[in-house]
């Protein structure tokens, strides 16, 4: 069965760096983009940005630009999302989302990030 | 930026009767939408994509119509599992970007 399998929850301070994953199983993981969404608590979705680990070409929306780091490594089938210096806004939960199209056709499992001092 | 508009915010409907959400775009999509459904405490889930295309397992009550700037999912027949929030996905244009959802409850 394909998945994508996600870190667990995280809890930082203000300030603090990290970085969360999502690894893919199965053969065609290069051949996907992979897209992290962002849910704060209690709204709705938000993408932040997609790479393509075969190359790791990046796209990322002009509201998180400057503000997170998107990266693969093909060979584990793993993509990241990392802060360097994180806030309290950042709390929230973060899916990984397959797409070949710029839909999602298969999630993660969400890992919750908070932050707080 | 494309901005989505969903409504009604929340949809109270009955088991068994139909239920209608809506989506609107600020600018034209031609049929490059999607609609997901996340129940609480879950990832979203795949409903329909390309407006009107079914994912895989989805049951046929699900149901996606429309083109431009106006979307409409339908639930034929609603059931107690539809409990959840819908939202919509416009692909047509970066950044992509979704709707503030649908709360659809069972009365």
């Known amino acids: 069965e394909v998945q994508l399998v996600q870190s667990g929850a995280a809890v930082k301070k203000p300030g603090e760096s990290l970085k969360i994953y999502c690894k893919g199983s199965g053969n065609n993981f290069i051949n996907y983009w992979i897209a992290w969404v962002r849910q704060m608590p209690g709204k709705g979705l938000e993408w932040m940005g997609m790479i393509k680990p075969g190359d790791s070409e990046t796209r990322y929306s002009p509201s998180f630009q400057g503000q997170v780091t998107i990266s693969a490594d093909k060979s584990i089938s793993t993509a990241y999302l990392q802060w360097s210096s994180l806030k309290a806004s950042d709390t929230a939960m973060y899916y990984c989302a397959r797409t070949s199209a710029n839909w999602f056709d298969l999630w993660g499992q969400g890992t919750l990030v908070t932050v707080s001092s | 930026e494309i901005v989505m508009t969903q409504s009604p915010a929340t949809l109270s409907v009955s088991p068994g009767e139909r239920a209608t959400l809506s989506c609107r775009a600020s600018?034209?999509?031609?049929?490059?939408l999607a609609w997901y459904q996340q129940k609480p405490g879950q990832a979203p889930r795949l409903l329909i994509y390309g407006a009107s295309t079914r994912a895989t397992g989805i049951p046929a009550r699900f149901s996606g119509s429309g083109s431009g700037t106006e979307f409409t999912l339908t639930v034929s027949s609603l059931q107690s599992e539809d409990s959840a929030v819908y939202y919509c996905?416009?692909?047509?244009?970066?950044?992509?970007?979704f709707g503030g959802g649908t709360k659809v409850e069972i009365k």
């Open positions: 600018q034209s999509l031609s049929s490059n």
């Open positions: 996905q416009q692909y047509n244009d970066w950044p992509l970007t």
